[in-house]
């Protein structure tokens, strides 16, 4: 996917979403410390700050949130939006997922 141009290629579709891409890594960074105990929050918090602030901090897969849009790698966006059945270029995976995985026409699309 990555050496096909998909990375360029959703990055040119979340062009104008920065905002809306902004808050999807935020859900993820939520989701990330809402699935850890409070006891391993803490001890985060209090001896661990520089882990703890890039738990928080991180977007999609831990990766961390620059200015704009910026995508790391397709396939972490793929898990990404199959694990949270959203994401704010959900069309253009949607439309593009099929053309990489299944090329041979083995593949059911259900919509």
């Keep these: 996917m990555e050496s096909s141009g998909g990375v360029s290629s959703m990055e040119k579709y979340l062009d104008g979403m920065e905002e809306e891409w902004m808050r999807y890594h935020l859900l993820h960074a939520r989701l990330r410390l809402a699935s850890m105990r409070c006891s391993r929050k803490s ?13 928080r901090r991180g977007g999609v897969g831990g990766v ?41 026409g083995v593949c059911v699309q259900k919509r």
Excluded: D, M
Excluded at 80 to 100: C, K, V
């Design 64 to 104: 961390a949130v620059r200015n704009g849009v910026s995508i790391k790698c397709v396939h972490l966006q793929i898990a990404s939006y199959l694990g949270t059945h959203s994401h704010p270029a959900s069309e253009w995976l949607l439309e593009n997922i099929w053309q990489w995985e299944c090329e041979t």
């Design 43 to 55: 001890f985060l918090r209090f001896y661990k700050k520089r882990e703890f602030g890039s738990l």
